[in-house]
């Protein structure tokens, strides 16, 4: 897929140093991952990147004058046991903070849905679960298609006294077939 300046593709082994760069990056921002930047590291991005090779989807966006550097990244893969066999779960999406603001993300994510809906027909649901005070990633799944299924009140620990509540979000894909 491709867009003005950058360019989207499934990634591979080879793009786990660039989007090890981008997590941490990304990890400065206190509204961005979960993970501290202390807690991403190359056997973590290795982690999910098997796992959504393996049985999900891993796309990256890069840029086309450097097509090794991942400015964006989203991914998604199946849980263990089989009876979420139809569900895409731990999607996680990161834009490099000097390519926000551009909705690179929102392009990211619609061709991981596109994706699913073109070529994934065993897969139901793909679900999620943004930070409460993060609305404007909530408007932005919930323009895509996503629909909240509740509050999980007090899962984030954010210091010593204070907690936030996380959000489970999922869309359908209108076509799956259960075969």
């Not at 966006?61 to 731990?90: G, T, W």
């Not at 834009?95 to 991981?112: M, S, Y």
């Not at 679960?129 to 620990?157: C, D, M, P, Q, W």
């Amino acid at each position: 897929m491709k867009t003005t300046n950058y360019f989207i593709r499934i990634s591979t082994f080879e793009d786990v140093e660039s989007i090890l760069e981008l997590y941490k990056r990304v990890s400065e921002s206190t509204v961005g991952l979960a993970r501290t930047e202390s807690e991403i590291t190359r056997e973590y991005v290795q982690q999910f990147t098997e796992k959504s090779i393996r049985s999900g989807i891993q796309l990256v966006m890069v840029d086309r004058n450097d097509v090794q550097k991942v400015i964006a990244e989203i991914h998604c893969y199946k849980l263990e046991p089989s009876v979420f066999a139809h569900i895409f779960s731990e999607l996680t999406i990161a834009v490099c903070p000097d390519h926000q603001g551009q909705k690179l993300g929102r392009t990211l994510f619609q061709a991981l849905l596109d994706f699913v809906q073109e070529k994934r027909e065993d897969i139901l649901r793909v679900e999620l679960i943004a930070r409460e005070s993060n609305t404007k990633a909530i408007h932005l799944y919930e323009s895509l298609g996503f629909v909240k299924e509740g509050r999980l009140r007090n899962r984030i620990r954010l210091g010593e006294n204070f907690f936030e509540a996380d959000i489970p979000m999922a869309w359908f894909n209108p076509s799956f077939t259960n075969s």
